[in-house]
């Protein structure tokens, strides 16, 4: 016969059961969403997305997709004032150069040191680089990559097709150029926005000027160098180029651009190295399908891009963990 003491011990180890079963049954309690704003649109950047994505599932986060198309992330970042004004601010956004000071003296972003120290961002960053992620000596920002941007992509068929020479100047650049023409094929894929214009006209510039004259003209902002003759030769060789482009190149996205070269239809393009993720989506092989090479002139100098994800202040405490895990994420040696 069960007696009261023993049915009482079989109630508490049942009731015991119960609570580890609903337990078990619960999600993390440190398990929370990270919305992400960025503009990995193309082919190439969305595996990039989509390996981040998946690293978050995989620590029992929600990755909540905010993504805006437009290469440069202009259309982003109208967005992303809209949202923060609004006090509604997504957990990370994809923020590049001085843009991210700007965002940090708003008093927006939150501190990421708690991540950064004890990872050793610092030693395992370029100086150069870890001072642009921070902001009055704390981190506010996880970096995705170091682009090289002064890159010419050209397709050798299309060389081949035209009996024309891969540059290394820019007088064999406009060499090349003409021989593309005379064969019918468009000479430079360019896509006419604001940022893809700039990014051609520093490469002309880096390329004819060098790295001394750049730094004096663009960073200094040194008034002889911007009214040099040496600064008529680059306005002049850049307003070239436009000759070569074809007629739909205004307000073309540059993966389309890019497009073009990988189907032949353009001989070369000056774009910065996340090119590289269109031709390899595309199933193209390097030094096969596609050649990368300095732009003409700039051999021995690069200018450089860091897209990073800035966090922004946040107030629940899951969502906090789960933003604190995706800088993590991003900087970890499998995702980088």
């Avoid at 390996?51 to 990755?63: D, I, R, V, Y």
């Avoid at 993966?255 to 190295?273: C, H, P, S």
């Avoid at 193209?284 to 922004?312: H, I, L």
């Amino acid at each position: 016969m069960t007696t009261t003491t023993q049915v009482r011990s079989l109630m508490r180890v049942s009731s015991l059961g119960l609570a580890i079963a609903a337990a078990l049954a619960l999600p993390a309690a440190q398990a929370g969403e990270v919305e992400v704003l960025h503009w990995w649109t193309s082919g190439g950047e969305a595996k990039a997305a989509q390996a981040l994505a998946g690293t978050m599932k995989a620590k029992g986060h929600t990755w909540k997709d905010f993504a805006v198309a437009g290469g440069g992330g202009d259309s982003a970042m109208t967005v992303l004032k809209s949202r923060v004004v609004s006090g509604n601010a997504p957990a990370a956004a994809q923020i590049k150069g001085p843009s991210l000071q700007e965002w940090a003296k708003e008093g927006v972003l939150t501190n990421l040191d708690d991540v950064a120290g004890p990872e050793k961002w610092d030693s395992l960053l370029p100086a150069p680089i870890a001072a642009g992620l921070k902001y009055k000596g704390h981190y506010i920002a996880a970096p995705v990559n170091v682009h090289r941007v002064n890159w010419l992509w050209v397709n050798p068929e299309a060389f081949k097709k035209a009996g024309a020479k891969v540059p290394t100047t820019w007088p064999e650049f406009f060499t090349a150029a003409e021989a593309l023409k005379k064969a019918g094929i468009i000479p430079v894929a360019h896509g006419g926005q604001n940022w893809q214009d700039f990014t051609t006209f520093e490469s002309v510039a880096l390329g004819l000027g060098g790295a001394d004259f750049y730094k004096k003209a663009f960073v200094q902002l040194d008034p002889a160098s911007l009214k040099s003759a040496k600064m008529k030769e680059i306005l002049e060789t850049f307003k070239k180029i436009k000759g070569y482009t074809d007629k739909n190149a205004p307000g073309r996205d540059w993966n389309l651009t890019t497009a073009l070269v990988i189907r032949g239809e353009a001989g070369m393009q000056l774009m910065g190295d996340w090119a590289k993720g269109e031709f390899v989506a595309a199933g193209k092989v390097p030094g096969k399908d596609f050649e990368c090479v300095a732009a003409p002139g700039t051999a021995k100098a690069f200018t450089y891009n860091v897209d990073s994800f800035a966090m922004f202040q946040l107030k629940d405490a899951a969502n906090v963990k789960a933003q604190r895990d995706l800088a993590s994420a991003i900087m970890s040696p499998e995702f980088q």
